[in-house]
């Protein structure tokens, strides 16, 4: 005979059994009137919720950025590059909720309620990250061959890029070949990515895995924590001005490439402020057919539709909108400056989206002087 115990322990499986057995129609199945009265009540909670005022419009607004942010921690989907005809571009005067307007014509600078929700995440987060970035500096004082290349103090920086991407709703999609970008990845390399937005510098940390060196402008030596991050990070600060800095620069890069250390470079050399691909300047590609290190181009999509020119923050979220596609590597041995010039190029335009291409209608001085005078990006 069965014992008690046993006869106990089989009750709760005898009764899930006994659930699964019966038939919709029975009294553990909800009754037709008990399914109108859901069907009810959601409709009613749908129409209570559309009648919401414009003001707890803005709220929820803020609110879905956190909800957002959270569904997006595990991690960026891997999905194929964004379609040749997708465009998120905003127009200044359709901006939604814009709070602050500064500036005139052209040169006139919005901020909306996305803007001041980037700028609480900035606020918060900051603080964090430049006491972090400030221990280390003080350890390295003390222990100097500790990190020589920085490649924990740069890391310092892409976690907090990635989760401040992640916060404010704006991680980009990712494709290509990202398993080369793992680990050390490839060894002594260049990366070069389009150049439209101040979001493309935390947006190409969601992809670079091993340590890098930025070479970027002298002027972002003073920015708040990106200034500590480059200057601490031994990464090149360049002064476009002066010849001298250019020479110590290439010199620099050389340096750096031979220890092993890979590169990141925008070879436009500024942000264009149209979303379009700009002409190149060859200071990148000729270090890397000097040392032959290989090439890898890395295309950033609708980075400027989510911080235009016109903004002085991120005016809508990026997600499901930014991507950044990892190209396989260019070699550089045995090829010409030029040929390297289009071969990045081509790889650019094969996965950038029409409305970031370069203006076929109009030379290349037209369109960097159209730049001053509209942040439409349509030719």
């Known amino acids: 005979m069965m014992s008690l115990g046993r006869i106990i322990a089989s009750v709760p499986f005898l009764l899930a059994l006994t659930a699964l057995s019966l038939p919709k129609s029975s009294a553990f199945a909800p009754s037709p009137s008990s399914q109108q009265q859901q069907r009810h009540h959601l409709q009613q909670k749908q129409e209570n919720r559309q009648q919401q005022t414009p003001w707890l419009d803005c709220f929820g607004h803020v609110f879905h950025n956190v909800k957002t942010s959270r569904t997006m921690l595990q991690s960026s989907a891997l999905v194929a ?12 005067e359709k ?46 004082k003390i222990n100097k061959k500790w990190d020589e290349n920085r490649a924990i103090f740069d890391k310092t920086g892409k976690l907090w890029a990635k989760m401040w991407l992640k916060l404010i709703g704006s991680y980009p999609t990712q494709s290509g070949n990202l398993e080369m970008l793992k680990g050390k990845g490839i060894g002594p390399c260049l990366y070069v990515a389009n150049h439209a937005s101040w979001l493309d510098i935390p947006i190409v940390c969601t992809v670079l895995n091993p340590v890098f060196k930025f070479i970027a402008k002298g002027d972002l030596r003073n920015a708040p924590g990106i200034g500590q991050q480059l200057s601490g990070g031994k990464h090149i600060l360049i002064d476009r001005e002066d010849k001298r800095s250019q020479l110590k620069t290439f010199k620099l890069c050389i340096g750096w490439l031979k220890k092993g250390v890979p590169l990141m470079a ?16 060859g200071g990148a590609f000729a270090m890397a057919r000097k040392t032959g290190v290989p090439i890898v181009p890395l295309t950033i999509s ?67 002087a159209s730049q001053e005078l509209s942040d439409d990006p349509r030719p």
């Open 95 to 140: 901006v939604k909720f814009s709070l602050i307007k500064l500036g005139k014509g052209g040169k006139q600078k919005t901020v909306n309620l996305q803007g001041l929700w980037v700028l609480t995440v900035s606020m918060l987060t900051m603080p964090f990250w430049i006491l972090a970035l400030s221990l280390e500096q003080l350890y390295m």
């Open 302 to 368: 609708h980075s400027y539709s989510i911080w235009p020119a016109y903004g002085l923050l991120p005016i809508q979220r990026g997600g499901k909108k930014l991507h950044v596609h990892v190209h396989d590597p260019i070699e550089s041995k045995g090829r010409t400056e030029e040929e390297l010039v289009k071969m990045v190029r081509d790889a650019f335009c094969s996965t950038l989206p029409e409305c970031q291409l370069p203006a076929q209608t109009k030379t290349a001085q037209e369109e960097e």
């Open 266 to 281: 925008f070879p436009e050399g500024t942000r264009s402020k149209t979303g379009r691909l700009l002409k190149f300047k």
């Open 81 to 92: 590059a964004p379609d040749k005809e997708s465009n998120f571009w905003i127009p200044m």
